[in-house]
């Protein structure tokens, strides 16, 4: 089983970003797939949930809802999480969890 992130970056507040975390050796369709960050000197915390397969069901932590969108191709095994209207508050390292499985993570830096 493996889960690999990809597209994380420095940008400016009020950008955009889009990270992707492509999975490996394990039906991805049947599992939900979240994304998580940490940022610096607080503890991992859970950004955005998506459903299994069953349904196009979704979940957000409060600070991201309307600015974030998470979704999935199952075709892909690929999980994304669109980020628009990044804020400074934003920064940390993102990962990827599916089956029990955490990705290596990637870097967001929001600064101006």
């Known amino acids: 089983v493996r889960l690999v992130e990809s597209g994380g970056g420095l940008v400016q507040p009020g950008g955009s970003l889009r990270l992707s975390c492509a999975a490996s050796?394990?039906?991805?369709?049947?599992?939900?797939m979240s994304w998580y960050r940490q940022a610096p000197g607080k503890e991992r915390e859970l950004v955005a949930t998506t459903i299994s397969s069953a349904g196009s069901s979704t979940y957000y932590a409060d600070s991201v809802k309307g600015r974030f969108t998470i979704s999935r191709d199952n075709d892909k095994g690929t999980v994304y999480l669109q980020m628009n209207s990044l804020k400074l508050e934003d920064t940390g390292v993102y990962y990827c969890?599916?089956?029990?499985?955490w990705g290596q993570g990637t870097q967001v830096t929001v600064s101006s």
């Open positions: 969890r599916g089956l029990d499985v």
């Open positions: 050796g394990f039906s991805f369709s049947h599992y939900h």
